[in-house]
């Protein structure tokens, strides 16, 4: 069983920052990549970034130069920072992960990120 746990979401001012956290659990035979979606209420569930196992990060337009995703392979934890944050940030964050040979998906429970205006 494998389990994704994300945490730090939480209430912001405009231009605020908050940093995710994504611990994965279970039986992991090897983390490959990893990454970040948000759903705003009423639309679909959207790709922010996405980090390879090696470290090559990838980022949406609407947050690239604001948001930076990390990893520590050694924790497996997976990590968003999320800097000058706008109302239009405000979402539920889900993390994502593909595990072991076949690339199987795995995602968390999600955490809420609400930024006032």
């Known amino acids: 069983q494998v389990q994704l746990v994300e945490s730090g979401g939480g209430l912001v001012q405009t231009g605020g920052s908050l940093r995710l956290s994504c611990a994965v659990s279970g039986t992991i035979f090897r983390l490959n990549a990893m990454g970040w979606y948000r759903q705003a209420p009423g639309k679909q569930r959207d790709w922010v970034a996405s980090?390879?196992?090696?470290?090559?990060?990838n980022y949406a337009d609407s947050v690239k130069g604001r948001f930076t995703i990390s990893r520590d392979n050694a924790k497996n934890t997976l990590y968003l920072q999320m800097n000058s944050l706008k109302p239009e940030d405000t979402a539920v964050y889900y993390c994502e992960a593909k595990l072991g040979v076949s690339y199987s998906e795995y995602w968390g429970q999600g955490t809420q990120v609400t930024v006032s205006s």
């Open positions: 980090i390879t196992r090696g470290g090559t990060t």
